[in-house]
């Protein structure tokens, strides 16, 4: 079930562990002592023999019960190797994985599927692929060429194309720089809002923006003519019935989240595609967008869960904590969490949970993040098969499953609920938004995730 896109993508250049707050207006300071503001160096006083223990249990997840001693010793050799090679290499302070290391994690994931295989069988699951005759964002070019000169019309479309072309190559670094480049042109012009269209430009191909909203310091949702951001203009019956999806997510999330909202977008691929997402509008995450797709705004109960998995994106991913950079060659210790254009701040909450749950597993994601069989090595660990598609996204899974659900379904679980119970805060917003599911008589399915037909072959 996807939920979101955008910011909450990790890519893996190299395999490295180089790897948000109740309100934007308020900075949280985490409780002394709590989860997230544990000191993130390695401690040198830990004997490396109950570590790697450790992360060898952590690695097999549910493999452990079952595993052959074999496949133990055979893993947990390889593993003390790769953590002979990281602890030597951070000890000059270099932290991008060598070749040797990189080649050694790519041998433990290659048993941990062959032991996965054994144990659950075959994978059979193919995600659709996407339909390459679809490009919504052409209209929004073919709008703008009534208010942009040829000149500019002709910069702003290579732009564009230069961007698609590089996530087709999942070559990342393009961001910023294209992002100010088409604020740069488009912010020539007065009447047109050069953030909301940088948004609809360089959104996926196959979302269908119908109409952005900007968020009032009151909280509301005002329309915004598409003649400001290149969508099509709509009518007041139109406009209307899109403002009835800002109250379907607010009669779920308190309004004073939104205090650093600039946008509410409505639009989308189509109902079961991509649910929602949150993505900041500038470069720091102080600003931010929610798109809901009114395709998924269903009366099966499952968009609570969304909306509530997006907010905290926002609240995990703020400038409050994690710092974003325009340098994503730029490495970490494997204790600290970062991804291709940010890094937790020390006492932020994906700092804590990234140490607590997924330190010891990183790598072996991190060889493969599309890999099926690290789902199900380490089903009892998520809620959903989505959690485990990167570290921010078992956060957000797992909160909304934290808020929502009546309970854990495994220890493990209810471990990461227990952690964000530890935030006073934390509390007080499930609090509040159940008050508010409540009050407005709103559904949410006692499932986070319906079981889907079976997608294993027999184990052989």
Known sequence: MKRGKGISRVLVVVLVVACALLFTTTCIDLPEGSVGSTDSKIIASKPVQEDEQAKLTALLGD????????????????????????????????YKMSEKEYVLWEKIT??????TIRQFGKDNYKEDEPNPKLDYGKDTMANLKKTLSKEDWEKLNKLRNEYFKSTANEDEEYDVDIVA???GIVGKYKGLDADAIQLNLLDDKSQKNLGIFCITPECKAVYQDGSKNGLDSLSKGEQKKLEKDWKAVTDILPEELFASFKYFKVGGDGESGTYAYVIPVDDQGKTWCMTVDPADITDDGLFPYTVVHEMCHYLTLNEKQVEYYRDSDKYYPEDRYSDWECVAKEDSYLQGYYKAFWKDI??????DPENPYFYYRHQSEFVTGYAATECAEDLAECFCAYVLLDSADTPNIQAKFDFFDSYPELRQLKKQILKKVKDNDVYVNPEIEPQDEEIFEDAA
């Open 110 to 115: 290659g048993l941990l599927d062959k032991e």
């Open 362 to 367: 990183i790598n072996d994601w991190a060889t």
């Open 181 to 183: 480049e088409i604020k």
């Open 63 to 94: 493999l452990n019960k079952d595993a052959p001693e074999k496949v133990k010793q055979d893993v947990g050799t390889l593993l003390h190797k790769a953590v002979d090679l990281r602890q030597e290499r951070e000890s000059k302070e270099n």
